[in-house]
């Protein structure tokens, strides 16, 4: 089989009961384009869940990395484009940490760029009947900290996969008490993914 491919979603946080970003993966094919897809369930913790990945990268030797988190809010799935090296969390990570502007690799570039195609991704996603848009901006929270971290271990490992982020949408659950916050059922925001997935290793 062709090396595998990584896709990471979130445990939940925040009070929240589930998270968005692991209702959609866990709803991914084991198989995609004759490669085995690999999922992983990361702790909302900076540090922890960036070093989880990193780990599984230099194991399996992935050709392609899509990490996914939750952005309550947004109406569609959202490939972003960059990630930056610092920390700012609004609330508490699942550990009780609250980093204010720390560098998340001390002495690390500033920030990385998606090596996703991340216009293609987009474009693949609305071809299925998902809508998406590119983001410029992952936040500053867990989110943005694993982005960071698997573009980082891809540059100094010498990894060579496409790597990058995606943020879902908040599931219908989640809004029954909000009813006017955007939402995406589950399945939907997962066949968006596939649909990327595919587009990063074709195009």
Same mark, same amino acid.
């Given at each position: 089989?062709?090396?595998?491919?990584?896709?990471?979603g979130?445990e939940?946080?925040?009070?929240?009961?589930?998270?968005?970003?692991?209702?959609?993966?866990?709803l991914?094919?084991?198989?995609?384009?004759?490669?085995?897809?690999?999922?992983?369930?990361?702790?909302?913790?900076?540090?922890?869940?960036?070093?989880?990945?990193?780990?599984?990268?230099?194991?399996?030797?992935?050709?392609?990395?899509v990490?996914?988190?939750?952005?309550?809010?947004r109406?569609?799935?959202?490939?972003?484009?960059?990630?930056?090296?610092?920390?700012?969390?609004?609330?508490?990570?699942?550990?009780?940490?609250?980093?204010?502007?720390?560098?998340?690799?001390?002495?690390?570039?500033?920030?990385?760029?998606?090596?996703?195609?991340?216009? =293609? /991704? @987009? #474009? !693949?996603?609305? *071809? $299925?009947?998902?809508? +998406?848009k590119?983001?410029?901006?992952?936040?500053?929270?867990?989110?943005?900290?694993?982005?960071?971290?698997?573009?980082?271990?891809?540059?100094?490992?010498?990894?060579?996969?496409?790597?990058?982020?995606?943020?879902?949408?908040?599931?219908?659950?989640?809004?029954?008490?909000?009813?006017?916050?955007?939402?995406?059922?589950? =399945? /939907? @925001? #997962? !066949?968006?993914? *596939? $649909?990327?997935?595919? +587009?990063?290793?074709?195009?």
């Open positions: 089989m062709e090396r595998p491919i990584i896709v990471t979130f939940p946080f925040g009070g929240e009961k589930s998270n968005a970003s692991w209702e959609a993966v866990r991914l094919p084991d198989e995609v384009c004759g490669r085995e897809v690999i999922k992983l369930k990361l702790p909302v913790v900076f540090g922890a869940s960036g070093d989880m990945v990193a780990g599984a990268m230099r194991e399996a030797a992935p050709a392609v990395v990490s996914v988190g939750e952005a309550g809010g109406t569609c799935l959202t490939p972003e484009r960059v990630a930056v090296n610092r920390m700012d969390a609004r609330i508490p990570d699942n550990d009780g940490a609250r980093p204010q502007g720390e560098p998340i690799v001390c002495g690390g570039p500033d920030a990385y760029l998606a090596t996703l195609p991340v216009a =293609d /991704l @987009a #474009s !693949a996603s609305c *071809a $299925a009947g998902v809508p +998406a590119v983001s410029d901006t992952a936040g500053l929270y867990v989110c943005n900290q694993v982005m960071y971290r698997v573009l980082h271990e891809a540059d100094v490992c010498g990894i060579e996969a496409r790597c990058g982020f995606v943020h879902v949408p908040y599931t219908p659950a989640q809004t029954v008490s909000r009813p006017d916050v955007a939402c995406l059922p589950s =399945d /939907l @925001a #997962s !066949a968006g993914l *596939a $649909a990327m997935i595919e +587009a990063a290793l074709v195009s």
